[in-house]
């Protein structure tokens, strides 16, 4: 069953920075958009960030000028770069592929790694 591998979660104080990883296992993701979503507890999926197959990049204004999502075809590999961490960043995150283009469909995605900001 095609799906993602995620890791590099864990615990950063405010202000801090973390680097997630994200391994598509099972199929082509050049074939597909790549996002990243987060879950906080008590609250709805919230998509983060979507980078199209032809590489148009969008962000949600929540981690807009702080997150930096890219991807590595080759290696199969999506990576989030989170700086300026704020405790509502608290979430497992994930990834996820859309076929379609614009990360709203998710044909397939990973059980994340939890990331928790606190002091």
């Known amino acids: 069953q095609p799906h993602f591998v995620e890791s590099g979660g864990g615990l950063v104080q405010p202000g801090g920075s973390l680097r997630l990883s994200c391994e598509a296992s099972?199929?082509?993701?050049?074939?597909?958009?790549i996002g990243w979503v987060r879950q906080a507890p008590g609250k709805d999926r919230e998509l983060i960030s979507c980078?199209?197959?032809?590489?148009?990049?969008d962000e949600a204004d929540s981690v807009k000028g702080r997150f930096t999502m890219s991807r590595h075809n080759a290696k199969n590999m999506t990576y989030l770069e989170m700086n300026s961490l704020k405790i509502e960043d608290t979430a497992v995150y994930s990834c996820i592929a859309d076929r379609w283009g614009n990360c709203a469909q998710w044909d397939y995605w990973g059980q994340g790694t939890q990331v928790t900001v606190s002091s």
């Open positions: 980078i199209s197959q032809k590489g148009g990049t």
């Open positions: 099972g199929f082509n993701m050049t074939d597909f958009a």
